[in-house]
């Protein structure tokens, strides 16, 4: 069964990106509140999804049979490659595409169900980018699967099926040594199929340095990104603490403030109530001091 930090996880991953920090802020606050420490660095470690990312990571936490579809078609897919299988290969790779066509399209009905003022803002192209990589590479398949994709994914492509290298069979059946004289007519044919085989293999020999230096330099264009988005998460976290304890100490001063007011209205009350017992009193001295004034005046007989 699920934690109850796991479904948090899960359903972040399923809203919208542009709700996803706030989201995960408050999540933290509540975790650090209830000093579930643990949770606190899961939460903390989150990063926000793409919305591409968060396309792709729709079909695996709802449909994640489908992904397993795409995974198992891409095994059967390299498996054709590597048996050099040509009409299970064609049939294959017409599936893909019709398998990540489909996939796209789920997508984006997912995300129109939630919000339809995304239907015409949606990286489609990203998603299936991300599709066909998972289908390349099995690293990537398992990072969908997971729910968790941050960025979409790319892939130069599933490559070139190489060529068997022929061979000159003689009438008796054996193969004919590679050293051994050959007829005009029988070793031009043999010689372009060499020819053509081995300058396909150096094309994508070729292609293939090509592609890891372009990985190698987007990996790190990722890891600097990485590493940006990390500061940024960052500085975003702790402007978020900053206003939380200004808005605690506002709270404070708002209070002390009532309080003060409340004072100030006990103090004028109690003023005016010794005013008016003064006034009192002078009127009794003023009183008195008349009666006394009436007495002196009067000689008795």
């Keep these: 069964?699920?934690?109850?930090?796991?479904?948090?996880?899960?359903?972040?991953?399923?809203?919208?990106?542009?709700?996803?920090?706030?989201?995960?802020?408050?999540?933290?606050?509540?975790?650090?509140?209830?000093?579930?420490?643990?949770?606190?660095?899961?939460?903390?470690?989150?990063?926000?999804?793409?919305?591409?990312?968060?396309?792709v990571n729709l079909l695996a936490l709802e449909k994640p049979e489908l992904i397993d579809q795409l995974v198992d078609l891409a095994e059967a897919l390299r498996t054709a490659q590597r048996t050099l299988q040509g009409d299970e290969l064609r049939e294959l790779s017409t599936q893909r595409r019709q398998i990540v066509s489909a996939l796209v399209g789920e997508?984006?009905?997912?995300?129109?169900?939630?919000?339809?003022?995304?239907?015409?803002?949606?990286?489609?192209?990203?998603?299936?980018?991300?599709?066909?990589?998972?289908m390349a590479e099995p690293e990537v398949a398992e990072q969908v699967r997971t729910g968790r994709l941050v960025r979409a994914a790319t892939y130069a492509g599933f490559g070139e099926v190489p060529r068997p290298r022929l061979r000159l069979v003689t009438g008796s059946g054996a193969s004919a040594d590679e050293n051994e004289p050959e007829s005009e007519e029988e070793t031009r044919p043999s010689a372009r199929e060499r020819a053509v085989a081995e300058r396909r293999r150096r094309e994508h020999?070729?292609?293939r340095r090509e592609v890891?230096?372009?990985?190698?330099?987007?990996?790190?264009?990722?890891?600097?990104?990485?590493?940006?988005?990390?500061?940024?998460?960052?500085?975003?976290?702790?402007?978020?603490?900053?206003?939380?304890?200004?808005?605690?100490?506002?709270?404070?001063?708002?209070?002390?403030?009532?309080?003060?007011?409340?004072?100030?209205?006990?103090?004028?009350?109690?003023?005016?109530?010794?005013?008016?017992?003064?006034?009192?009193?002078?009127?009794?001295?003023?009183?008195?001091?008349?009666?006394?004034?009436?007495?002196?005046?009067?000689?008795?007989?």
């Excluded at 408050?26 to 968060?54: M, N, Q």
């Excluded at 005016?272 to 009127?283: G, Y």
Aim: net charge neutral; hydrophobic share 40%.
């Design 212 to 301: 890891k230096k372009e990985l190698t330099a987007a990996r790190s264009a990722e890891k600097r990104a990485d590493d940006q988005l990390e500061k940024a998460e960052t500085a975003e976290r702790d402007a978020g603490h900053v206003v939380e304890d200004l808005d605690n100490e506002l709270a404070e001063l708002e209070r002390r403030r009532t309080e003060a007011q409340s004072e100030v209205g006990r103090r004028k009350l109690a003023r005016r109530t010794a005013e008016r017992e003064a006034a009192a009193a002078r009127r009794r001295v003023g009183d008195a001091e008349a009666a006394l004034d009436d007495l002196d005046s009067v000689t008795p007989d």
């Design 205 to 207: 020999e070729e292609r």
């Design 107 to 134: 997508a984006r009905k997912l995300a129109v169900a939630q919000d339809r003022g995304l239907a015409g803002k949606l990286p489609l192209g990203e998603v299936e980018a991300t599709l066909s990589a998972a």
């Design 1 to 55: 069964m699920a934690s109850a930090t796991e479904a948090l996880i899960r359903r972040m991953y399923l809203e919208p990106p542009d709700g996803f920090v706030a989201a995960r802020t408050a999540a933290i606050a509540d975790a650090k509140k209830s000093g579930d420490t643990t949770a606190v660095k899961r939460l903390t470690a989150l990063r926000k999804p793409t919305v591409a990312a968060w396309l």
